[in-house]
């Protein structure tokens, strides 16, 4: 039996080093200003974690098992919403379209239109057709690589230079690319995308989406998130990841170049 699909969902599924955390902040910040016109799911929310948990997995390996999990996790969201409440929803996280490029041996996101597929097809399943799931992508025409390789660098213990990263992934640097890609597999359905270049902020034109856009001028603003760090604080932890310190003494030394209390191990592996 399915449910009326009366309700417009709105999915932001990346891409990864896009502004995504600026405009989840922004929107979290907000959510009294939000709550009365959308329904938001953002990454911090338990149920937008469960849905963008198998997409992820299929990223590192796209087998049966993990599309099968990802149809099961958007099936039950979908299904879970309340399809007489007549605001649109709002989901956002980066991981709907895979992992960082260089992550769990991913070169590409060659997986976010097999994911957008099969949540088209949960939503479906759900409502009866495939109107009203609506996708949009941030991207990014510059320095994107350069930002996949330090947020390795930062957090996964990453030992090759910048210049080793970009010429392996330089490929995947191309994220229009990828946006059409989606398109061809979601078709009729749409999909939206807006280059962070070319927009005030990622937040307003995820408003500006969702029809929304003159709540803005009442917003709290997040300050810019993963900011880049300076050239000799990128060379010392390069460094450092390649050196034989481990447990307590790697994360100490780590957390006191990135200016952060002390890490445990346990914390660094998040």
């Known amino acids: 039996m399915t449910l009326r699909g009366d309700r417009r969902v709105l999915l932001h599924a990346g891409f990864h080093k896009t502004g995504t955390t600026s405009l989840q902040k922004t929107f979290e910040q907000n959510r009294h200003l939000l709550d009365p016109h959308v329904e938001t799911y953002l990454r911090y929310d338990f149920r937008t974690g469960l849905l963008a948990r198998p997409v992820r997995k299929c990223a590192a390996q796209r087998n049966k098992a993990a599309k099968e999990a990802i149809l099961e996790e958007a099936t039950l969201f ?24 260089g992550k769990d041996r991913v070169a590409s996101y060659a997986a976010a239109p097999i994911a957008a597929k099969i949540i088209q097809d949960a939503w479906r399943s759900v409502t009866g057709g495939t109107h009203n799931l609506e996708f949009l992508y941030s991207t990014r025409r510059t320095g994107w690589i350069a930002s996949c390789h330090w947020q390795r660098v930062i957090t996964d213990r990453e030992t090759r230079d910048l210049a080793q990263y970009e010429k392996q992934y330089a490929h995947a640097a191309d994220l229009d690319i990828v946006v059409d890609r989606i398109r061809d597999a979601v078709a009729p359905g749409r999909v939206h995308s807006f280059a962070i270049e070319g927009v005030r902020h990622p937040a307003l034109s995820a408003l500006e989406h969702l ?3 003159a709540l803005w001028p009442g917003f709290d603003i997040s300050d810019n998130q993963h900011t880049a760090l300076d050239g000799a604080t990128r060379t010392e932890l390069l460094a450092l990841n390649r050196s034989p310190l481990k447990g307590p003494e790697f994360y100490a030394r780590r957390s006191a170049l990135l200016g952060l209390p002390h890490a445990s191990a346990a914390e660094g592996r998040r």
């Open 211 to 213: 029809g929304l856009g």
């Open 78 to 101: 979908f299904a879970g919403l309340d399809h007489s409440d007549p605001r649109p929803v709002f989901i956002s996280h980066e991981n709907l379209s895979g992992t960082y490029i």
